[in-house]
């Protein structure tokens, strides 16, 4: 019988630098000053199926956030638009958020390593608000791990945890723990 072939391990991305940051921003910005210049009045279509669109976790993993389309966000004519919906009208600056779906997670988030997690709220991947609720990782307002508070997040009782989550657990049981893998 032969074994499933394992794809190569990609290493998390290093944080961006500041210069780097404030390109992307630029780059952004000019983007949407062309799209605010060449766009009138244009209609679109959500290819989100669902609110329930979004990945399962495994082995104690947590779902991923499901997606969503959002005119004007923040604003006070912001608006969500419904899944597989037609004709939503965006006009001249209209600005569009669409948030894909997010993939499943493996193992339980209380599981990942705090540096990791706190890593990943630098290059701006997690929020601190994240950090906190969905990893247990409190992190004070220069970035550092307050490691007492992490802890005792952590320390408080999971529940049952099981194979696949997907709106809550279901399947057999798992049992919580340190992250079998050191490369997570």
């Known amino acids: 019988m032969k074994r499933p072939r394992r794809s190569?391990?990609?290493r998390p991305a290093p944080p961006l630098d500041p210069?780097?940051?404030e390109i992307i921003r630029g780059a952004l910005r000019?983007?949407?000053?062309?799209?605010?210049a060449v766009i009138e009045r244009t209609a679109m279509s959500p290819f989100i199926r669902e609110k329930n669109d979004y990945f399962a976790g495994i082995n104690g993993g947590h779902a991923g956030r499901p997606g969503r389309c959002v005119v004007n966000p923040g604003r006070p004519d912001e608006r969500v638009l419904a899944p597989m919906s037609d004709g939503n009208l965006l006009r001249r600056g209209d600005?569009?958020?669409l948030s894909t779906s997010g993939g499943g997670g493996w193992g339980h988030p209380f599981d990942r390593p705090p540096e990791r997690v706190r890593?990943?709220?630098?290059?701006?991947?997690?929020s601190v608000d994240a950090a906190r609720?969905?990893?247990?990782?409190?992190?004070?307002e220069g970035g550092t791990i307050d490691a007492a508070a992490t802890a005792a997040r952590r320390a408080r009782p999971r529940g049952p945890v099981r194979m696949f989550h997907r709106g809550g657990y279901f399947g057999p049981p798992v049992e919580p723990g340190p992250p079998a893998e050191a490369g997570r």
């Open 8 to 10: 190569p391990r990609r």
């Open 19 to 21: 210069v780097t940051r």
């Open 30 to 36: 000019a983007a949407q000053t062309h799209m605010e």
């Open 95 to 97: 600005v569009l958020r």
């Open 119 to 126: 890593r990943d709220v630098l290059g701006g991947v997690v």
């Open 133 to 140: 609720a969905d990893y247990g990782v409190v992190l004070d």
